[in-house]
C-alpha cells in the first residue's frame, strides 16, 4: 500500500470548512496581524530559497541539493495584496487581439483577478496560529500552462477531435527523496490552450524547476513548481500549497458560468463559484485520473513510453476516468486500449492530488491475463514488460529511465520493485 504519505497528499492544517459560510471571512483575516498568506500563481507557490544559496532555483536539480530545507514563504496580507497588485500592473504576454473570434469568451482566462469580494483570496484553513490564506497572482503569460510532460501516460480519448497534438497530455513529475514519496501524473489539460502551451514545451527531465524571480518587493522569494518541489515540502506546506494550485488552477479555468455563459464570481472564501446571472453555483473540480501498475504472471511489470517523451523514459500506464465509468473499468479499458494487454483484478493502492491543473490520481496494482503488446504507435510508442532484473539492469546502462522519485507513478514501480528501484538520474 502506498496511501498516505505520497508528497500531495500531504496535510496537517484543518481546512475548517465550516468558516467558509462566513461572508466576512476574508475581510476579517486580512486585517488579523496572525494571518498567514500564501501566494500562488499557475501552478507554482512562493517559496522561501535555502540560506546561503545565491540563486538555488537556477539550473536543473535544485530540489535535490535544497535537501528539504525549501519552505513555503507565508507573508502578511498587506505584502500578498501587493505583489499581486504589482502583478496586475505589470505588462504580460499579449494576445493577438483577432485571437478571440467574435462572440467567443475573452481570451484572458482571469477576470476573477479583477473581481470584488473574494476575488484573488482563498481560504485555506485555521490552525492554532490563525488563519492561513492564498493570493492569487495574476501569471505572466496570458495562457495558464500545464507544465511539463508528464511522468505517466494519459490515453486521450480517440475521440477527442484534433488532439492528436495536444495529445499529450500533461503533467509531470517532482524529484526528491525516494522514501516518502510521490506524486505525478497526469492530467490532461481541459482546454486547447493549455494543450497548445503544453505541446510547445520540450519534453525535459523531471527536474526542470519552474522557477522565476518574483516581483519585488520580496528579495529572496522564487516562484517554485508545485510539481517540482512537492516531495520536498514539510506536510503543513505540502498540504496548503497543493491546495492553493488546485484553487488557482480551477478559478483560472472557470471565469464563466457553464450553464449560461455569463461571469461568476468567486464566493464562499475562494471555495465557491456563482453566476452573476442566473445565481447557480459552480465547485471546484476534480478530474479523476487512473495509474496502474500491471503485472503478468510472471511478476513482470508493463511500462510504456509515449512520443512526447524523451527517449528510453518509460513510466506506468494511466488515463483519465470517462463519464459513466467506474474506475476499475478505467483501468482495464485503458491497459486495453493502449497496449491490448487484458487486465484481470484490479486493486487500489493511494491516490494523489495532481492539480495541474485538476487531476486526482488513484493508483492501482492490476493483474494481466495477457501479455502481448500492440500500442498506437502514435500516442504510444513503445511498451514493455520488464522483470526485476531487467528492470534494474536496463536502468544502470541508461536504456530506462523512471520516472521521478516525487511521482505516485515511482511510487508503484517501487512498491512492484520491493524497495528502491535504482535512480536513473
Ligand atoms: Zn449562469
Given at each position: 500500500?502506498?496511501?498516505?504519505?505520497?508528497?500531495?497528499?500531504?496535510?496537517s492544517v484543518?481546512?475548517?470548512a465550516?468558516a467558509?459560510?462566513?461572508?466576512?471571512?476574508?475581510?476579517r483575516?486580512?486585517?488579523?496581524?496572525?494571518t498567514r498568506?500564501?501566494?500562488?500563481?499557475?501552478?507554482?507557490?512562493?517559496?522561501?530559497?535555502?540560506?546561503?544559496?545565491?540563486?538555488?532555483l537556477?539550473?536543473?536539480?535544485?530540489?535535490?541539493?535544497?535537501?528539504?530545507t525549501?519552505r513555503?514563504?507565508f507573508?502578511d496580507?498587506?505584502?500578498?495584496?501587493?505583489?499581486?497588485?504589482a502583478?496586475?500592473?505589470?505588462?504580460?504576454?499579449?494576445?493577438p487581439?483577432d485571437?478571440a473570434?467574435?462572440?467567443?469568451?475573452?481570451?484572458?482566462?482571469?477576470?476573477?483577478d479583477?473581481?470584488?469580494?473574494d476575488?484573488?483570496?482563498?481560504?485555506?484553513?485555521?490552525?492554532?496560529?490563525?488563519?492561513?490564506?492564498a493570493?492569487r497572482?495574476?501569471?505572466?503569460?496570458?495562457?495558464?500552462?500545464?507544465g511539463?510532460?508528464?511522468d505517466v501516460l494519459?490515453?486521450?480519448?480517440?475521440?477527442?477531435?484534433?488532439?492528436?497534438?495536444d495529445?499529450?497530455?500533461?503533467a509531470?513529475s517532482?524529484?526528491?527523496n525516494?522514501?516518502?514519496?510521490?506524486?505525478?501524473?497526469s492530467s490532461?489539460s481541459?482546454?486547447?490552450?493549455?494543450?497548445?502551451?503544453?505541446?510547445?514545451?520540450?519534453?525535459?527531465?523531471?527536474?526542470?524547476?519552474?522557477?522565476?524571480?518574483v516581483?519585488?518587493?520580496l528579495?529572496?522569494?522564487?516562484?517554485?513548481?508545485?510539481?517540482?518541489i512537492?516531495a520536498?515540502l514539510?506536510?503543513?506546506?505540502?498540504?496548503?500549497?497543493?491546495?492553493?494550485?488546485?484553487?488557482?488552477?480551477?478559478?483560472?479555468?472557470?471565469?464563466?458560468?457553464?450553464?449560461?455563459?455569463?461571469?461568476?464570481?468567486?464566493t464562499?472564501?475562494?471555495?465557491?463559484?456563482?453566476?452573476?446571472?442566473?445565481?447557480?453555483e459552480?465547485?471546484?473540480?476534480?478530474?479523476?485520473a487512473?495509474?496502474?501498475a500491471?503485472?503478468?504472471?510472471?511478476d513482470?511489470?508493463?511500462?510504456?513510453?509515449?512520443a512526447?517523451?524523451a527517449?528510453?523514459?518509460?513510466?506506468?500506464?494511466?488515463?483519465?476516468?470517462?463519464?459513466?465509468?467506474?474506475i476499475?473499468h478505467?483501468?482495464r479499458r485503458?491497459v486495453?486500449?493502449?497496449?491490448?494487454v487484458?487486465?484481470?483484478?484490479?486493486?487500489?493502492?493511494?491516490?494523489?492530488?495532481?492539480?495541474?491543473?485538476?487531476?486526482l490520481?488513484?493508483?492501482?496494482r492490476?493483474?494481466?491475463?495477457s501479455?502481448?503488446?500492440?500500442?498506437d504507435?502514435?500516442e504510444?510508442?513503445?511498451?514493455?514488460?520488464?522483470?526485476?532484473?531487467?528492470?534494474?539492469?536496463?536502468?544502470?546502462?541508461?536504456?530506462?529511465?523512471l520516472?521521478?522519485?516525487?511521482?505516485?507513478?515511482h511510487?508503484?514501480?517501487?512498491?512492484?520493485?520491493?524497495?528502491?528501484?535504482?535512480t536513473s538520474?
Open positions: 500500500m502506498i496511501s498516505d504519505d505520497l508528497p500531495l497528499s500531504r496535510a484543518d481546512r475548517t465550516v467558509r459560510a462566513d461572508e466576512e471571512l476574508i475581510r483575516a486580512r486585517a488579523d496581524g496572525r498568506v500564501l501566494l500562488v500563481r499557475d501552478g507554482s507557490v512562493v517559496m522561501r530559497t535555502p540560506s546561503g544559496d545565491a540563486d538555488p537556477v539550473g536543473e536539480g535544485w530540489g535535490r541539493r535544497a535537501g528539504g525549501v513555503v514563504a507573508l496580507p498587506g505584502t500578498a495584496e501587493a505583489v499581486a497588485r502583478a496586475d500592473a505589470a505588462p504580460r504576454d499579449a494576445e487581439a485571437a473570434p467574435p462572440g467567443t469568451a475573452p481570451a484572458d482566462p482571469e477576470p476573477a479583477a473581481e470584488p469580494g476575488g484573488g483570496w482563498l481560504f485555506l484553513g485555521r490552525d492554532d496560529d490563525g488563519d492561513v490564506l493570493r497572482v495574476r501569471p505572466e503569460h496570458s495562457a495558464p500552462r500545464s511539463a510532460p508528464s494519459v490515453h486521450r480519448p480517440r475521440r477527442d477531435s484534433g488532439a492528436a497534438a495529445a499529450a497530455i500533461a509531470s517532482g524529484l526528491t525516494g522514501t516518502s514519496s510521490s506524486p505525478s501524473t490532461g481541459t482546454s486547447s490552450t493549455v494543450s497548445s502551451s503544453a505541446a510547445h514545451t520540450a519534453p525535459t527531465s523531471p527536474s526542470d524547476v519552474d522557477a522565476e524571480p516581483p519585488e518587493p528579495p529572496g522569494l522564487r516562484w517554485v513548481a508545485l510539481r517540482a512537492g520536498e514539510s506536510d503543513a506546506d505540502a498540504g496548503l500549497a497543493t491546495t492553493a494550485v488546485a484553487l488557482d488552477a480551477w478559478h483560472a479555468r472557470h471565469p464563466r458560468c457553464p450553464r449560461c455563459g455569463a461571469p461568476t464570481t468567486s464562499a472564501a475562494g471555495w465557491t463559484r456563482r453566476c452573476t446571472v442566473d445565481g447557480s459552480h465547485y471546484p473540480r476534480t478530474d479523476p487512473v495509474i496502474m500491471v503485472v503478468d504472471d510472471s513482470r511489470l508493463l511500462l510504456g513510453h509515449a512526447a517523451w527517449p528510453h523514459r518509460f513510466s506506468t500506464l494511466a488515463g483519465f476516468v470517462e463519464a459513466g465509468e467506474s476499475e478505467a483501468v485503458e486495453a486500449e493502449e497496449t491490448t487484458l487486465v484481470g483484478d484490479v486493486a487500489y493502492v493511494g491516490s494523489q492530488p495532481w492539480p495541474f491543473p485538476a487531476s490520481m488513484l493508483g492501482f492490476a493483474r494481466a491475463l501479455t502481448d503488446v500492440v500500442v504507435g502514435v504510444l510508442t513503445e511498451a514493455r514488460w520488464f522483470s526485476r532484473d531487467e528492470l534494474a539492469a536496463a536502468v544502470a546502462t541508461g536504456d530506462l529511465v520516472p521521478s522519485p516525487a511521482s505516485i507513478a511510487a508503484l514501480i517501487e512498491d512492484w520493485y520491493g524497495g528502491p528501484v535504482p538520474d
